[in-house]
């Protein structure tokens, strides 16, 4: 491992290289296509890697044979930045106002590409590993278009294995858990029509603003007097949007909620009362309300077999100090979740250090990680297909 390791600390400059790119020129989800066109442009300069663009949208797979082996593995990364302002002074900054690389996805990108060089250019293993590269994540589209596109029958594989940054987890560390891991979501938008007007006359108007308002206080009831305490579940209304202009009472007002559930049982009963909250706010205060459901996520479970041979692999390759096997669960949400309803394997957090958190203006990912989650792909890869 130490050969793996060294090679990868010399390849450092050139992942860093990736991943400035990637973070200068951000795509929304489901948008990627000059994300996508560089990763696949930089696969193509490794030698014999077999590139196929354009699954599920911008989805690529890259697989690279060795030996006469039959078994084959999944590496997956996701590549679709996040609609927020970059707030942060790194020479390379997002150039694009209002999108930025503020979940890593970028960093995830380029240890998967630093994976891939090394592993075409070593062979140290017999049978197939596929680089997944995937859209969409945020959205929760780019998994499921990318299945429903035949991934798994066009590129079969025996398990599919995930990674993601973690601020607040120490850096350079692994973090693996068995079972459920990280939460449904379902991002639902709900929009309140009421009545226009001039902000000096409210009475011949029917302010959205109000019932929107009424509905934000309202929806913190949902968690706290419905959902067991011994149990997790967030709603967050992480936008509300009404009018421009002080003297003008809005006819519209759209509200954005990210929903995150931890069973199917509380999944049910707390869309339900979302469902009569909104309703009952909106009638009561003169408005019409219309919900627009956006792509449900799922919980998030490891395979417990499949987590433990990780787990081995990562300790003989970096040491039993920077390996947990007992690590945390998050209400974050990933469309991982779907691959591993349909492959066993695992998804497991490399730690990012003390920065701000994933989706924070000012989060930035920490570039010296690159080398460590490429080596936890190489070791994978030559360890599962020996």
């Not at 609609?83 to 694009?96: A, G, Y």
């Not at 590269?133 to 590129?155: K, N, S, V, W, Y």
């Not at 709900?190 to 001039?198: A, N, S």
Request: with cysteine; charged share 20%; hydrophobic share 40%.
């Amino acid at each position: 491992m130490n050969a793996i390791i060294t090679r990868l600390e010399q390849d450092k400059s050139l992942m860093e290289t990736w991943f400035a790119h990637l973070h200068r020129t951000p795509e929304l989800s489901m948008q990627e296509e000059r994300t996508a066109a560089f990763i696949a442009d930089t696969l193509h300069s490794f030698p014999g890697v077999e590139v196929v663009t354009g699954i599920g949208g911008h989805g690529i797979v890259a697989s690279i044979t060795s030996g006469k082996g039959d078994k084959a593995i999944g590496l997956r990364a996701d590549f679709d930045a996040l609609p927020i302002e970059e707030v942060t002074d790194l020479p390379w900054k997002s150039q694009i106002p209002g999108r930025a690389h503020l979940c890593g996805h970028d960093g995830h990108t380029a240890m998967l590409l630093g994976a891939a060089q090394y592993l075409s250019e070593t062979r140290n293993f017999n049978g197939t590993v596929r680089m997944i590269f995937q859209p969409g994540e945020e959205t929760m589209q780019g998994g499921p278009a990318m299945i429903a596109d035949g991934l798994f029958e066009r590129f079969p594989v025996d398990a599919v294995f995930g990674m993601h940054n973690m601020p607040g987890l120490e850096k350079g560390k692994l973090y693996f858990t068995e079972g459920d891991t990280m939460a449904a979501v379902d991002n639902w938008e709900v929009e309140i029509t009421g009545k226009g007007g001039h902000g000096a006359f409210p009475e011949l108007a029917i302010d959205p603003v109000v019932a929107g308002a009424s509905l934000v206080m309202a929806l913190q009831s949902v968690v706290a007097r419905n959902v067991a305490p011994a149990h997790s579940a967030v709603v967050t209304v992480g936008a509300f949007q009404a009018g421009h202009a002080g003297n003008v009472i809005a006819q519209s007002a759209v509200l954005r909620l990210s929903i995150r559930t931890t069973t199917p049982q509380d999944r049910a009963m707390v869309l339900d009362r979302i469902r009569r909250l909104v309703a009952s706010q909106c009638e009561s205060l003169g408005c019409s309300a219309e919900i627009r459901k956006g792509q449900p996520g799922a919980v998030l479970t490891n395979d417990p077999e499949e987590t433990r041979k990780a787990v081995a692999i990562a300790r003989a390759a970096f040491g039993p100090d920077h390996v947990i096997d007992k690590g945390p669960t998050y209400l974050g949400s990933e469309d991982f979740a779907f691959m591993l309803q349909k492959r066993k394997g695992t998804y497991c957090f490399l730690g990012n250090g003390d920065t701000k958190f994933v989706h924070h203006p000012e989060y930035v990912f920490d570039p010296e990680i690159l080398p460590i989650g490429a080596a936890y792909w190489v070791a994978l890869t030559e360890a599962t297909l020996r």
